[in-house]
């Protein structure tokens, strides 16, 4: 099994540009997390999903959008890029939070430097 | 929304000493997973502990939670160079919604 995948590993920005980050989990999890991390700061929530066709906020959503069309895939998308987004990206995912197996799965991470 | 904070940030030991570092929270909980974050890696998952448990073990993992001080804490015991990483709580309300929330962590260091 792959477990969670992220796509790309790196990617480099020019202000103003947009791209879309893809995480794909191949466990047939419910629950799916987009998460940034900046030194000093820990993991900040971008956005989540509980189910398919559904996402809601998390702690710093502001400047990027997301969506979860299939289960499997949950996609990241920063319309406008800006250097305060240059960081590195997680994705996670898991069961639902009340079943016994709920442990979270992370991908490896997308570094992205907006220039 | 729920979150934990790590103490202390940062811990540095020697191999075959053992390392200590707590998690607290500000309300009640379901449940609570310690995970490791090696350097530039993803989080990996080591350990959950429900509120209606108080010590939980897996190999040289050790995590007590104590509801009444809304806290827990993680040991790992004869600490290898191996184990320096980063360690996160995450404590988990169902009342809170389904996010899943980090803090800043603990850096350990572990030197031969």
């Known amino acids: 099994n792959a477990g969670v995948t992220q796509t790309p590993k790196f990617r480099v920005l020019k202000t103003g540009q947009s791209m879309t980050l893809l995480c794909a989990q191949d466990?047939?999890?419910?629950?799916m997390y987009w998460y940034r991390q900046d030194p000093g700061m820990g993991l900040r929530l971008i956005h989540y999903?509980?189910?398919?066709?559904?996402?809601a906020k998390g702690e710093v959503p502001d400047g990027y959008n997301v969506s979860r069309l299939k289960k499997q895939n949950f996609l990241l998308g920063l319309e406008s890029a800006a250097p305060s987004q240059t960081s590195v990206y997680f994705c996670?995912?898991?069961?639902?939070?009340?079943?016994?197996?709920?442990?979270?799965?992370f991908g490896q991470g997308t570094r992205l430097t907006v220039v | 929304s729920q979150q934990g904070e790590e103490d202390p940030q940062a811990l540095s030991i020697q191999e075959g000493e053992n390392a200590t570092m707590n998690c607290s929270y500000k309300t009640s909980i379901n449940n609570l997973q310690w995970y490791r974050q090696n350097s530039g890696r993803g989080l990996v998952h080591l350990i959950l502990?429900?509120?209606?448990?108080r010590e939980k073990h897996s190999g040289r993992l050790r995590v007590t939670l104590d509801t009444s001080k809304k806290s827990s804490s993680l040991l790992i015991t004869a600490s290898r160079a191996a184990d320096t990483a980063s360690y996160f709580c995450?404590?988990?309300?169902?009342?809170?919604?389904?996010?899943?929330?980090f803090g800043k962590g603990t850096s350990l260091l572990v030197t031969p």
């Open positions: 502990i429900r509120s209606n448990e």
């Open positions: 466990m047939n999890h419910e629950y």
């Open positions: 995450a404590p988990w309300n169902s009342n809170s919604g389904y996010a899943l929330n």
């Open positions: 996670a995912s898991s069961y639902k939070a009340s079943t016994p197996n709920t442990e979270a799965f």
């Open positions: 999903s509980v189910g398919e066709g559904t996402t």
